[in-house]
């Protein structure tokens, strides 16, 4: 079973040179720190940046430079600023290629629910249903089941859709998965000591298996 | 050029009057307009509609307009976390409208650019879909959203001149151009006010013509959300 | 009856202290040489640029900083420069409150035709159109009539439209005319010389004389 | 950050196939991408389609395309005096489509934005309004109107840096910056290439996100059109 940085570590492996990649909060930030050196990738902060770049030091703190997620960050050597309209006209336009970002559920058929549980406060979906609609790679950072034990990889999403068949490739504590464009959690990679059968009893969705399912390797 | 300047945040707001729309740039905490706020508290208005992308914290930005009651309705993206805004959500106090901050950010522009409505793929397949015209483009669909105007459009900005143009500074930049060209009358706040001719045209991201209203805010405190340094993760 | 120079000076008269404003090519152009000196207006050109100077000194001329009309000129201080889609951004958005074109006719209803005369090479219509689609004030600068003595202000226009209703004022060689929102041209003023009886016969659309009809006056 | 640099134009266009959709930016003569439509002219290809303001003239600038047979179709706001564009024309060799120059503005934003349709009131009554939906709102009409992409946008800016940001100058920004943003490859020349960091993030017209490939032009010739000084009126 991975731990968040485990799975940060293993969807950093999908990212590929040459990309414009937008970060959700939570596990999806971590994916920065473990993107290999030797890949140039530019990521997008939806209020503003090109090029976001570490934390800063203290003396460095700028109340004027933050991310999405509202924490002070620093720019990097040709980073670039621009204002809303234009940050989400390079989302809905598909510049920026890929985007990672949590879940609460995610159907068979690629549909994401992430933003509002019935009968709790609704804080809003910020700039997340613009992300999924655009983007033309999108990747689930998950548990794969609720802290209840509840599948949150599931034939149709309970809660309210934050997008339409959108995801491309979930990566949850216990496995790798490709939804296929008919339909379907397609299992890539097993976590390091889970089972193919502890898999599939913890997905709800349909899980397709075909031949041997490797277990993922860090390098 | 138009001399747009007055005197201060007092004399910039001092005809909004109750029921107005206004709108608030920023994101976050981060380019809000405090001296226009901190102006419209002394106010004795309410049942304002703010367009904000979001609604500020218990004490600081619109968060203390939600205290004094004078919000009636707020259209944000993610309002976050504010025991206040809750309190009044949940007892029917106030009435809030949540919208995609692309969209929103799009509309706000749309507003300013004469642009009535406009198709956007965000929400397609979500309850914002709802009662919004579905259309498909080129083996996609997309739902018909309109512009989003303002009584007053608020905005915060780095440097200005006494022209209007105005000139932000990185990421406090956000809302503020887009809701510069979509308020009736949109009042600016600087940190620097300097005369017309003394900024690079070519820099300008606000040209005055947008701008009703501008003067040098004072004591700009820029409150920080989330304080993260080297090594820290969230 | 008026010279070109003349028009532009009786048109000037109708701007208004703190007027952003966009003028045409040709009679609209002169228009800039008499907007007395105490009122403060900025003269918008849609290629770009907010605050158009005189033209520059042969040591100023700058390639990269010219007019719709393709001329050469300067900045004054405090004037902006921003792209075409921001330009008609502002001009679609009714922030240019005034703008001032030349036209080939103009209907009784506001109906504006200035862009293509059938038969002729179409050079295109450029920014008239969202111009004359946006502008709450919108004078129109042009000969009473055509060379071959033609009345150019008609009941409905023969060229292809340019804009629909749009028209609010029409200054001519002969006269100033209103258009009415119910229709007709109201006659305001008579240009030096000129009699209703010359302007009633030269108009085609339908005038409207209400009273006693003044001549113009130049300071 | 990602590297866009290319040695010149010629790498830079190699691969432009016929057939082509381009855009190129400028307004008249000024903020044309010179070097590209030189290097273009030393290619064999023809048939394309070039989405531009205006047409250049006989002897510069898209006028030189013309001349050599390479454009099949022109999509302008205006195409102004040239005598080439206009034998081509009447001889049915070349097609052009005539665009609102607002509209054509917005229309490629929209490309880029990834907006597929939106409404604007210039060409309501005219002949640009045939076939297109028309549609009331607030008691005003708009027509309907489409994005713009291109195969490739050639853009020309005043500075860039490695990783593709641009910045313009005077009045030659116009229509490149949201040309470039339209754009499936776009290529940018500037007068002046940068190692990445060297320019201000604030001042970034076109973020590099948008261009995919960048080169330093050589001997920009910079035509002017109608050479004005003070004293003279046209």
Chains 1, 3 share one sequence.
Not at chain 2, 22 to 36: A, R, T, V
Not at chain 2, 111 to 129: D, N, S
Not at chain 2, 137 to 151: I, N
Not at chain 2, 205 to 229: A, L, M, N, S
Request: hydrophobic share 40%.
């Amino acid at each position: 079973m991975l731990n968040k940085n485990q799975i940060a570590q293993r969807i950093a492996k999908e990212v590929k040179n040459g990309q414009y990649i937008n970060l959700g909060i939570g596990i999806p930030t971590l994916v920065a720190n473990y993107i290999p050196d030797n890949l140039d990738v530019v990521l997008q902060s939806e209020n503003g940046l090109l090029g976001i770049g570490p934390f800063p030091t203290e003396d460095l703190i700028d109340p004027d430079l933050i991310n999405a997620g509202k924490q002070t960050i620093t720019m990097l050597k040709g980073s670039s600023l621009f204002n809303s309209a234009e940050s989400f006209a390079m989302i809905r336009g598909g510049h920026v290629q890929l985007t990672i970002l949590g879940a609460m559920e995610v159907s068979e058929n690629g549909d994401i629910a992430n933003w509002k549980i019935p009968g709790k406060m609704v804080k809003g979906m910020g700039g997340a249903m613009d992300l999924v609609a655009s983007a033309e790679n999108i990747i689930v950072a998950m548990q794969h089941c609720s802290k209840d034990g509840q599948s949150k990889l599931l034939k149709k999403c309970a809660l309210p859709i934050t997008g339409l068949r959108c995801v491309k490739k979930v990566v949850t504590d216990l496995a790798v998965l490709e939804i296929l464009p008919e339909g379907g959690f397609k299992l890539l990679e097993r976590a390091p000591g889970v089972s193919v059968e502890e898999i599939q009893s913890k997905t709800e969705g349909r899980l397709v298996i075909e031949g041997e399912v490797p277990e993922m390797t860090f390098d | 050029m138009i001399n747009k300047t007055v005197a201060n945040a007092e004399e910039a707001v001092k005809d909004i009057p109750s029921g107005a729309v206004l709108m608030l740039g920023g994101f976050g905490l981060s380019g809000i307009p405090e001296n226009s706020i901190d102006a419209l508290l002394q106010r004795d208005i309410k049942g304002l509609t703010c367009i904000s992308n979001n609604a500020g914290v218990d004490d600081f930005g619109i968060g203390l307009m939600l205290k004094k009651r004078m919000v009636k309705k707020m259209i944000s993206s993610y309002v976050g976390e504010n025991a206040e805004f809750e309190r009044q959500l949940l007892s029917g106090e106030l009435e809030v409208e949540l919208i995609p901050q692309g969209t929103l950010a799009e509309r706000v522009r749309a507003g300013g650019a004469g642009i009535p409505a406009f198709f956007t793929p965000a929400g397609v397949g979500t309850e914002v879909a709802e009662g919004k015209e579905l259309r498909e483009f080129d083996g996609k669909l997309y739902l018909m959203e309109r512009w989003l105007k303002a009584d007053f459009a608020i905005v915060k900005a780095w440097k200005g001149d006494t022209a209007g143009n105005l000139i932000f500074k990185g990421t406090a930049r956000n809302f503020n151009p887009m809701m510069a060209a979509a308020g009736r009358i949109t009042i600016a706040e600087v940190e620097e006010l300097v005369p017309a001719g003394d900024l690079d045209p070519n820099q300008i991201h606000t040209p005055g013509i947008y701008v009703q209203r501008i003067f040098q805010g004072i004591d700009y405190e820029k409150r920080i959300e989330q304080r993260t340094v080297t090594g820290e993760r969230s």
